[in-house]
């Protein structure tokens, strides 16, 4: 296999289908031809979103970002679409923009996907680049990834699961459990709930649990520092584990054991296990509450 057969074949997304009652948004490649476009133009619309029976949302885009914002219920949930094309000529980008095709589909039982698609085979010379802005119910569960671009999500209160391959995330959420991972990029999460699980594989994770009580879960950074805050009722036993880094803890500690690298305690009344990774960074616990 050549360069550019490899290059073709990494470009090929695959889109998951995940748990039923569920938005979908689902997004081909749009991945750049060969030498990429010379030329980008764009198209801004705004598509309503059925809520009648909606019990979560999962969105799925190759190139581009997602934000989620929360809103009341009974409120009109919206999503904005920001759409790039791009070609080798003007004339040719506004050919690429006019062939893809977004869509809005209740499939039913709860489901409906939210996309889009090239209208007609994909030129090797086009891109395409959606991003998604949307406003919905912070009730329902959201499953949102993207392969290139930043996630944001605020006031979430069912479960939550983020995955950048390249952009920072940042979450705000509560109740439900949180997975929150970027392959390249900080995380910036703010949970109050029993389950979280950060992971960055390059970059700093930075997460407040001072909100929640009883929490387990993982806080891992393979290249990077970890800042963890804890609340006066935050309960969990508590493992941290540097390879190349120091570990600095003023949260108070009960069962308090510390060696080269590794420090483990019980926070509050203790309970299941929340890790705390870095390989190659400090850890910094704080206690937020004094």
Known sequence: MNIRSKLIHACTAVIPLWASGCVIVAVD???????????????????????????????VTHNGEIDFQSQPA???????????????????????????????????????????????????????????????PGTINLDVETHNGAIAAAEVTGNV???????????????????????????DVSYAGPQVNVNTHNGEASVDLSGCAAVT?????????????????????????????RIHCDAPLTDREKSAGQLTGKLGSGGGVLDVVTHNGSIRVRNAAG
Request: some cysteine; charged content about 25%; overall charge positive.
């Open 29 to 59: 490649d749009g991945c750049r031809s060969w030498g990429g476009p010379l030329v980008w133009t764009e198209a801004t619309e705004e598509r309503p979103i059925d809520t009648a029976g909606l019990t979560a949302l999962e969105v």
């Open 74 to 136: 009974g409120d009109a949930a919206s999503v904005t679409i920001t759409k790039k094309a791009g070609g080798t000529t003007r004339a040719d980008a506004e050919e690429a923009l006019a062939a893809i095709d977004v869509f809005v589909e209740p499939t039913g039982n709860g489901k409906t996907r939210i996309g889009w698609r090239w209208k007609m085979p994909k030129k090797p010379r086009w891109s395409g680049d959606v991003s998604f802005a949307i406003r919905a």
């Open 161 to 187: 699961r983020t995955v950048s391959h390249n952009g920072q995330v940042k979450v705000r959420s509560s109740g439900g459990k949180l997975t929150a991972e970027t392959h390249n990029g900080d995380v």
């Open 217 to 245: 879960g993982s806080i891992v950074s393979h290249n990077g520092e970890v800042r963890l805050a804890v609340g006066k009722d935050t309960a969990a036993t508590l493992k941290c584990q540097t390879h190349n880094g």
